[in-house]
């Protein structure tokens, strides 16, 4: 079964500790990229990496951390330096121009 | 200005009804356009991608016009199962920008 999966699905942590959300994908797609979505807002871009290695900073990376050492696996740090970590997160990878998403980590941090 | 512009309605409409989504973007040189659908807590699913011929899927049609820089979406004979936002994305230089997209509810 073909997919991406992100976990958990929810993720509670208290200010000032850092947290890592997974993404993996079998897809075999070489791009990946980061979403935060927050209610009745449009989808923003945190980070993306188009091959194994490589990431480029979104619009909104500040207080974000990404790692891409294998082509299955893109994983997102919310550091203490992002000052409003609570939102909906999103992974997604790309074949050719299609964009396909995980089922997303709802993130509250108090 | 927002590289894709969308009216977040809501738009409620009865079942049977035909609705219309338009949406626009700012940047010419985009490359493609899409239309995604989010269920409330949901991953945005792919809808269809929208081509300058137009294109049809079932009861929904999409429109690309890149004189104009809109992108259309036609949904005719509405179900109960349609409700849901629906999202216009743009992809230019190996990035996807999103609309805030647009609510619809079809009311039995």
């Known amino acids: 079964d073909g997919g991406i999966t992100q976990s958990p699905k929810y993720l509670f942590r208290k200010e000032g500790q850092n947290v890592t959300l997974s993404c993996e994908q079998n897809?075999?797609?070489?791009?990946m990229y980061w979403y935060r979505q927050d209610p009745g807002q449009g989808l923003r871009l945190i980070y993306y990496?188009?091959?194994?290695?490589?990431?480029q900073k979104g619009d909104i990376a500040e207080g974000y951390s990404v790692s891409r050492e294998k082509k299955e696996s893109f994983p997102l740090t919310v550091t203490s330096a992002q000052k409003n970590p609570t939102a909906f997160y999103l992974c997604?990878?790309?074949?050719?121009?299609?964009?396909?998403f995980g089922p997303g980590t709802r993130l509250t941090v108090t | 200005r927002k590289e894709v512009e969308q009216d977040p309605g809501p738009f409620n409409v009865p079942e049977g009804a035909t609705v219309a989504f338009n949406c626009t973007y700012s940047?010419?040189?985009?490359?493609?356009f899409f239309w995604y659908r989010q269920d409330c807590r949901k991953e945005p699913k792919l809808l269809m991608s929208?081509?300058?011929s137009g294109n049809e899927d079932g009861r929904f049609t999409a429109q690309l016009n890149r004189a104009s820089q809109y992108i259309s979406l036609l949904i005719r004979d509405s179900k109960l199962s349609d409700s849901a936002t629906y999202l216009c994305?743009?992809?230019?230089?190996?990035?996807?920008?999103f609309g805030t997209g647009t609510s619809l509810t079809v009311i039995p």
């Open positions: 997604a990878s790309r074949d050719s121009y299609e964009q396909y």
């Open positions: 897809l075999n797609h070489d791009a």
């Open positions: 929208v081509y300058s």
């Open positions: 990496s188009q091959i194994v290695n490589d990431f």
């Open positions: 940047n010419s040189a985009s490359q493609s």
């Open positions: 994305v743009g992809y230019t230089g190996n990035q996807f920008y």
